[in-house]
Protein backbone atom coordinates (compact mmCIF):
# COMPACT_ATOMS: atom_id res chain seq x y z
CA UNK A 1 0.00 0.00 0.00
CA UNK A 2 1.50 3.31 -1.18
CA UNK A 3 2.11 6.17 1.25
CA UNK A 4 -0.66 8.34 -0.40
CA UNK A 5 -3.28 5.49 0.37
CA UNK A 6 -2.43 5.12 4.24
CA UNK A 7 -2.64 8.99 4.54
CA UNK A 8 -6.14 8.95 2.99
CA UNK A 9 -6.98 6.21 5.34
CA UNK A 10 -5.66 7.29 8.10
CA UNK A 11 -7.57 10.92 7.26
CA UNK A 12 -10.89 9.12 6.92
CA UNK A 13 -10.58 7.38 10.09
CA UNK A 14 -9.66 10.70 11.64
CA UNK A 15 -12.78 12.47 10.15
CA UNK A 16 -15.07 9.61 11.55
CA UNK A 17 -13.26 9.47 15.14
CA UNK A 18 -13.66 13.52 14.84
CA UNK A 19 -17.75 12.99 14.34
CA UNK A 20 -17.98 10.32 16.75
CA UNK A 21 -16.82 12.64 19.12
CA UNK A 22 -18.12 15.55 18.20
CA UNK A 23 -22.06 13.90 18.30
CA UNK A 24 -20.72 13.00 21.61
CA UNK A 25 -19.42 15.99 22.83
CA UNK A 26 -22.10 18.59 21.03
CA UNK A 27 -25.44 17.27 19.45
CA UNK A 28 -28.16 17.71 21.50
CA UNK A 29 -28.33 14.36 24.32
CA UNK A 30 -32.06 15.51 25.73
CA UNK A 31 -35.21 13.36 25.70
CA UNK A 32 -37.71 16.22 27.28
CA UNK A 33 -39.97 18.39 25.51
CA UNK A 34 -39.74 21.13 28.41
CA UNK A 35 -37.45 24.22 28.04
CA UNK A 36 -35.80 23.30 31.29
CA UNK A 37 -35.92 20.83 33.76
CA UNK A 38 -34.65 20.21 37.66
CA UNK A 39 -33.50 17.07 38.19
CA UNK A 40 -33.29 15.44 41.91
CA UNK A 41 -29.83 13.64 43.17
CA UNK A 42 -30.30 12.71 46.98
CA UNK A 43 -27.54 12.49 49.11
CA UNK A 44 -25.42 9.74 49.37
CA UNK A 45 -26.65 9.03 45.90
CA UNK A 46 -23.75 6.89 43.31
CA UNK A 47 -23.30 6.95 39.88
CA UNK A 48 -25.82 4.20 39.19
CA UNK A 49 -28.08 6.18 41.09
CA UNK A 50 -27.80 9.17 38.88
CA UNK A 51 -28.10 6.91 35.88
CA UNK A 52 -31.77 6.01 36.98
CA UNK A 53 -32.77 9.45 37.24
CA UNK A 54 -31.46 10.53 33.89
CA UNK A 55 -32.17 8.04 31.90
CA UNK A 56 -35.51 9.00 30.88
CA UNK A 57 -34.76 12.46 30.29
CA UNK A 58 -31.93 11.58 27.64
CA UNK A 59 -31.66 10.24 23.80
CA UNK A 60 -28.35 8.25 24.47
CA UNK A 61 -27.19 7.20 27.95
CA UNK A 62 -23.98 5.75 26.48
CA UNK A 63 -22.90 9.31 25.18
CA UNK A 64 -23.39 10.97 28.23
CA UNK A 65 -21.80 8.06 30.39
CA UNK A 66 -18.72 8.12 27.91
CA UNK A 67 -18.54 12.19 28.47
CA UNK A 68 -18.84 11.68 32.46
CA UNK A 69 -16.11 8.91 32.58
CA UNK A 70 -14.01 10.98 30.31
CA UNK A 71 -14.65 14.04 32.86
CA UNK A 72 -14.26 11.80 36.61
CA UNK A 73 -17.57 12.57 36.81
CA UNK A 74 -18.44 9.12 38.64
CA UNK A 75 -16.30 9.14 40.72
CA UNK A 76 -17.17 12.86 42.32
CA UNK A 77 -21.13 12.76 42.29
CA UNK A 78 -22.82 16.16 43.56
CA UNK A 79 -25.82 15.59 45.49
CA UNK A 80 -28.18 18.50 44.78
CA UNK A 81 -30.69 20.31 42.55
CA UNK A 82 -29.87 20.54 39.03
CA UNK A 83 -31.04 22.44 35.71
CA UNK A 84 -30.73 20.71 32.24
CA UNK A 85 -32.13 22.58 29.19
CA UNK A 86 -33.60 21.40 26.42
CA UNK A 87 -30.59 20.51 23.57
CA UNK A 88 -28.11 20.35 25.88
CA UNK A 89 -25.40 17.96 24.65
CA UNK A 90 -23.93 15.37 26.58
CA UNK A 91 -21.25 17.84 27.46
CA UNK A 92 -23.55 20.35 28.89
CA UNK A 93 -25.75 17.68 31.29
CA UNK A 94 -22.16 16.53 32.76
CA UNK A 95 -21.37 20.27 33.18
CA UNK A 96 -24.85 21.18 34.86
CA UNK A 97 -25.18 18.51 36.67
CA UNK A 98 -21.85 19.55 38.57
CA UNK A 99 -23.90 23.00 39.27
CA UNK A 100 -26.00 22.94 42.27
CA UNK A 101 -29.13 25.41 41.86
CA UNK A 102 -30.30 27.27 44.69
CA UNK A 103 -33.71 26.63 45.85
CA UNK A 104 -36.18 29.97 46.27
CA UNK A 105 -37.78 28.05 49.39
CA UNK A 106 -40.96 30.09 50.58
CA UNK A 107 -43.27 30.04 52.86
CA UNK A 108 -46.60 32.07 54.92
CA UNK A 109 -49.74 31.68 56.38
CA UNK A 110 -48.73 28.06 58.49
CA UNK A 111 -51.03 27.35 61.30
CA UNK A 112 -48.47 25.32 63.45
CA UNK A 113 -44.88 23.74 63.07
CA UNK A 114 -46.40 20.68 61.55
CA UNK A 115 -47.90 22.38 58.97
CA UNK A 116 -44.73 24.14 58.15
CA UNK A 117 -42.58 20.66 58.10
CA UNK A 118 -44.99 19.76 55.89
CA UNK A 119 -44.49 22.67 53.77
CA UNK A 120 -40.87 23.11 53.71
CA UNK A 121 -40.53 18.99 52.87
CA UNK A 122 -41.77 19.16 49.52
CA UNK A 123 -39.09 22.17 49.05
CA UNK A 124 -35.91 20.23 50.46
CA UNK A 125 -34.54 17.32 50.59
CA UNK A 126 -35.34 16.74 54.53
CA UNK A 127 -38.91 14.94 55.45
CA UNK A 128 -41.42 16.48 57.54
CA UNK A 129 -40.38 13.83 60.45
CA UNK A 130 -36.55 14.74 60.91
CA UNK A 131 -37.36 18.69 60.08
CA UNK A 132 -40.19 18.19 62.99
CA UNK A 133 -37.45 16.24 65.37
CA UNK A 134 -34.28 18.94 64.26
CA UNK A 135 -36.71 21.58 65.19
CA UNK A 136 -37.88 20.25 68.64
CA UNK A 137 -34.48 19.28 69.86
CA UNK A 138 -34.23 19.68 73.15
CA UNK A 139 -30.37 20.86 73.33
CA UNK A 140 -31.16 23.39 70.68
CA UNK A 141 -34.29 24.50 72.32
CA UNK A 142 -33.00 25.06 75.94
CA UNK A 143 -29.25 26.93 74.24
CA UNK A 144 -31.64 29.57 72.75
CA UNK A 145 -34.85 30.35 75.28
CA UNK A 146 -37.17 28.46 73.36
CA UNK A 147 -39.93 25.64 74.04
CA UNK A 148 -41.52 22.84 72.06
CA UNK A 149 -44.37 25.01 72.28
CA UNK A 150 -42.92 28.43 71.03
CA UNK A 151 -39.84 27.66 68.66
CA UNK A 152 -42.54 28.02 65.82
CA UNK A 153 -41.93 31.56 66.57
CA UNK A 154 -38.79 31.37 65.10
CA UNK A 155 -40.04 31.32 61.57
CA UNK A 156 -40.91 34.23 59.72
CA UNK A 157 -42.66 34.35 56.71
CA UNK A 158 -40.31 35.14 53.53
CA UNK A 159 -38.62 33.49 50.59
CA UNK A 160 -35.21 31.74 51.31
CA UNK A 161 -32.43 30.91 49.13
CA UNK A 162 -30.52 27.75 49.86
CA UNK A 163 -29.91 24.29 48.20
CA UNK A 164 -32.12 22.09 48.02
CA UNK A 165 -30.11 19.34 49.97
CA UNK A 166 -29.32 21.35 53.24
CA UNK A 167 -29.36 19.38 56.20
CA UNK A 168 -32.44 19.83 58.60
CA UNK A 169 -29.51 21.14 61.20
CA UNK A 170 -27.93 24.00 58.72
CA UNK A 171 -31.78 24.84 57.50
CA UNK A 172 -32.56 25.48 61.61
CA UNK A 173 -30.00 27.36 61.84
CA UNK A 174 -30.12 29.58 59.12
CA UNK A 175 -33.66 30.21 59.75
CA UNK A 176 -32.69 31.45 63.95
CA UNK A 177 -30.02 33.54 61.86
CA UNK A 178 -32.91 35.01 60.15
CA UNK A 179 -34.83 35.21 63.10
CA UNK A 180 -31.65 36.79 65.37
CA UNK A 181 -31.43 39.38 62.51
CA UNK A 182 -35.09 40.62 62.66
CA UNK A 183 -34.87 41.02 66.39
CA UNK A 184 -32.79 44.73 65.66
CA UNK A 185 -32.29 46.63 68.82
CA UNK A 186 -35.16 49.12 67.34
CA UNK A 187 -37.52 45.89 67.72
CA UNK A 188 -35.71 44.15 71.07
CA UNK A 189 -36.11 47.70 72.80
CA UNK A 190 -40.25 47.66 71.47
CA UNK A 191 -41.24 44.84 72.65
CA UNK A 192 -39.31 45.45 76.15
CA UNK A 193 -41.49 48.70 76.73
CA UNK A 194 -44.25 46.71 76.40
CA UNK A 195 -43.00 43.81 78.99
CA UNK A 196 -43.19 40.96 76.20
CA UNK A 197 -39.99 38.75 75.42
CA UNK A 198 -40.02 38.40 71.44
CA UNK A 199 -41.32 35.20 71.48
CA UNK A 200 -44.50 37.01 73.22
CA UNK A 201 -44.96 39.93 70.87
CA UNK A 202 -45.40 36.98 67.56
CA UNK A 203 -47.97 35.35 70.38
CA UNK A 204 -49.69 38.15 70.23
CA UNK A 205 -49.27 39.03 66.46
CA UNK A 206 -50.25 35.59 65.70
CA UNK A 207 -53.62 36.96 67.58
CA UNK A 208 -53.81 40.02 65.59
CA UNK A 209 -52.82 38.28 62.19
CA UNK A 210 -55.77 35.71 62.75
CA UNK A 211 -57.95 38.10 63.86
CA UNK A 212 -57.61 40.86 60.79
CA UNK A 213 -55.91 41.45 57.57
CA UNK A 214 -56.36 45.21 57.73
CA UNK A 215 -53.30 46.71 57.87
CA UNK A 216 -55.01 50.03 58.81
CA UNK A 217 -56.75 48.17 62.16
CA UNK A 218 -54.05 45.68 63.36
CA UNK A 219 -52.48 48.16 65.43
CA UNK A 220 -55.80 48.91 67.59
CA UNK A 221 -56.91 45.03 67.76
CA UNK A 222 -53.42 45.08 69.56
CA UNK A 223 -53.70 47.90 71.63
CA UNK A 224 -57.13 45.78 72.74
CA UNK A 225 -55.06 42.88 73.70
CA UNK A 226 -52.32 45.08 75.21
CA UNK A 227 -55.03 46.66 77.14
CA UNK A 228 -56.77 42.70 78.48
CA UNK A 229 -52.77 42.16 79.24
CA UNK A 230 -52.07 45.34 81.48
CA UNK A 231 -55.57 45.11 83.39
CA UNK A 232 -55.40 41.00 84.14
CA UNK A 233 -58.01 40.39 81.68
CA UNK A 234 -58.66 36.85 79.88
CA UNK A 235 -57.30 37.72 76.41
CA UNK A 236 -60.81 35.98 75.34
CA UNK A 237 -59.73 35.79 71.98
CA UNK A 238 -61.60 33.79 69.30
CA UNK A 239 -58.74 32.35 67.31
CA UNK A 240 -57.08 31.14 70.36
CA UNK A 241 -60.53 28.72 71.18
CA UNK A 242 -60.19 27.96 66.97
CA UNK A 243 -56.91 26.67 67.68
CA UNK A 244 -57.44 24.72 70.49
CA UNK A 245 -60.95 22.87 68.93
CA UNK A 246 -58.64 22.18 65.87
CA UNK A 247 -55.82 20.69 68.26
CA UNK A 248 -58.20 18.66 70.02
CA UNK A 249 -59.57 17.23 66.87
CA UNK A 250 -56.03 16.57 64.98
CA UNK A 251 -57.74 18.50 62.08
CA UNK A 252 -56.17 21.65 60.81
CA UNK A 253 -57.77 21.82 57.75
CA UNK A 254 -61.27 21.77 59.10
CA UNK A 255 -63.15 25.34 58.74
CA UNK A 256 -64.61 27.04 61.84
CA UNK A 257 -66.24 30.80 60.77
CA UNK A 258 -68.08 30.49 64.49
CA UNK A 259 -67.37 29.85 68.16
CA UNK A 260 -70.38 28.66 69.97
CA UNK A 261 -70.47 29.32 73.52
CA UNK A 262 -69.71 25.70 74.76
CA UNK A 263 -66.90 26.11 72.97
CA UNK A 264 -65.61 28.71 74.93
CA UNK A 265 -65.18 25.77 77.72
CA UNK A 266 -62.75 24.01 76.18
CA UNK A 267 -60.09 22.56 78.68
CA UNK A 268 -57.08 23.70 76.94
CA UNK A 269 -53.59 25.69 77.75
CA UNK A 270 -54.63 27.81 74.12
CA UNK A 271 -58.24 28.61 75.34
CA UNK A 272 -57.87 32.41 76.37
CA UNK A 273 -61.03 32.68 77.71
CA UNK A 274 -60.79 29.72 80.57
CA UNK A 275 -56.67 30.98 80.92
CA UNK A 276 -55.56 34.54 81.57
CA UNK A 277 -52.43 35.30 79.80
CA UNK A 278 -50.61 34.65 76.44
CA UNK A 279 -51.19 30.79 75.47
CA UNK A 280 -47.73 28.54 74.66
CA UNK A 281 -46.99 30.59 71.85
CA UNK A 282 -47.95 31.20 68.51
CA UNK A 283 -51.14 29.83 67.54
CA UNK A 284 -50.49 30.86 63.63
CA UNK A 285 -47.32 32.05 61.46
CA UNK A 286 -47.72 35.96 62.07
CA UNK A 287 -46.89 38.16 59.14
CA UNK A 288 -44.41 40.92 59.57
CA UNK A 289 -47.00 43.36 59.37
CA UNK A 290 -48.45 41.70 62.34
CA UNK A 291 -45.21 41.42 64.18
CA UNK A 292 -44.59 45.80 63.90
CA UNK A 293 -48.43 45.93 64.31
CA UNK A 294 -48.16 44.96 68.03
CA UNK A 295 -44.24 46.77 68.71
CA UNK A 296 -46.28 50.19 67.45
CA UNK A 297 -49.63 48.98 69.19
CA UNK A 298 -52.04 52.18 68.90
CA UNK A 299 -52.87 53.64 72.26
CA UNK A 300 -56.52 53.58 73.20
CA UNK A 301 -58.89 52.66 76.06
CA UNK A 302 -60.49 50.10 73.99
CA UNK A 303 -61.28 46.53 75.55
CA UNK A 304 -63.48 45.20 73.22
CA UNK A 305 -63.84 45.03 69.66
CA UNK A 306 -65.80 42.53 67.49
CA UNK A 307 -66.75 42.55 63.18
CA UNK A 308 -68.52 44.86 61.68
CA UNK A 309 -71.92 44.05 59.34
CA UNK A 310 -71.72 47.82 58.01
CA UNK A 311 -67.75 47.56 57.10
CA UNK A 312 -67.29 43.55 56.06
CA UNK A 313 -63.78 42.63 57.06
CA UNK A 314 -63.21 45.69 59.39
CA UNK A 315 -64.54 45.55 63.31
CA UNK A 316 -66.09 48.01 65.86
CA UNK A 317 -64.40 48.57 68.51
CA UNK A 318 -65.88 49.79 72.26
CA UNK A 319 -64.32 50.57 75.68
CA UNK A 320 -67.06 49.45 77.99
CA UNK A 321 -69.10 45.95 77.80
CA UNK A 322 -72.29 47.86 77.55
CA UNK A 323 -71.42 49.01 74.35
CA UNK A 324 -69.75 45.96 72.75
CA UNK A 325 -72.70 43.94 73.87
CA UNK A 326 -74.55 46.13 71.07
CA UNK A 327 -71.83 45.93 68.48
CA UNK A 328 -72.31 41.94 69.65
CA UNK A 329 -75.67 41.63 69.69
CA UNK A 330 -75.55 43.24 66.06
CA UNK A 331 -73.12 40.72 64.85
CA UNK A 332 -74.59 37.39 66.25
CA UNK A 333 -78.20 38.87 64.63
CA UNK A 334 -76.35 39.18 61.38
CA UNK A 335 -74.50 35.81 61.58
CA UNK A 336 -77.98 34.24 62.62
CA UNK A 337 -79.62 35.72 59.36
CA UNK A 338 -77.01 34.07 56.92
CA UNK A 339 -77.45 30.69 59.01
CA UNK A 340 -73.81 30.60 59.64
CA UNK A 341 -73.93 28.11 62.31
CA UNK A 342 -70.41 26.72 62.28
Known amino acids: ????????????????????????????????????????IPTGSNYQDVEKILSPLLKNMNDFEFIAKCRSYPENIKAGRFLLKKGMSAFQLVSAMRRNVPVKLAFNNQERLENLCDRLSSQIEPDQKKLLATFRDSTFLQKNGFTKDNVFAMFLPNTY?????????????????????????????KAAAL???????????????????????????????????IQGMPLQADPT?????KLRDNDFDQIIKRVLYND??????????????LPPGPIAMPDVDAIDAVLNAEKHDYIYFCASVEKFGFHVFASTYEQHQVNAKKYADWMNKQGTNR
Not at 165 to 183: D, G, P, S
Not at 264 to 277: A, E, H, Q
Open 161 to 189: EVYWNITAEKFRNKMLEEYNRFWTNDRVK
Open 1 to 40: MNRNKIIKILGIVFLVFVTVIYIKFFTSDTNFENDEIYVQ
Open 264 to 277: LFINSPYNTYKNIG
Open 195 to 229: DLSPVQVITVASIVHKESVKKSERPIIAGVYLNRL
Open 241 to 245: VIYAL
